[in-house]
Nanobody, 122 residues
Framework: QVQLVESGGGLVQAGGSLRLSCAAS????????MNWYRQAPGKQRELVAA???????NYADSVKGRFTISRDSAKNTMYLQMNSLKPEDTAVYYC????????????????WGQGTQVTVSS
């Protein structure tokens, strides 16, 4: 069974840093795009950062210059380095990936992690 598991969330003061990780496990042929989303209480889920299998990245304007997305293909893992954190970054952060799973054929399927809480205090 394919799963995505996030870790690294926690409580940090404004201006501090955290690094989130997302590990994919299971019988996987390939992982295409990987993404970080976040959802704050009472707000819609938003895309924070994205990275393709080739390493191209995109960021939400609100996090450009502060967050960095990366991936380690050998470990089927991606990371989100978050610096200069602000209270408005407080949210549950979710890992998302398009994964080709052999038992389901050649088309990638969309998977989500369970989320990890990030709380930034002022």
């Amino acid at each position: 069974q394919v799963q995505l598991v996030e870790s690294g969330g926690g409580l940090v003061q404004a201006g501090g840093s955290l690094r989130l990780s997302c590990a994919a496990s299971g019988i996987i042929f390939s992982i295409n795009a990987m993404n970080w989303y976040r959802q704050a209480p009472g707000k819609q889920r938003e895309l924070v950062a994205a990275i393709t299998s080739g390493g191209s990245t995109n960021y939400a304007d609100s996090v450009k210059g502060r967050f960095t997305i990366s991936r380690d293909s050998a470990k089927n893992t991606m990371y989100l380095q978050m610096n200069s954190l602000k209270p408005e970054d407080t949210a549950v952060y979710y890992c998302n990936a398009a994964i080709v799973v052999p038992m389901y054929g050649p088309s990638p399927r969309n998977y989500w992690g369970q989320g990890t809480q990030v709380t930034v205090s002022s």
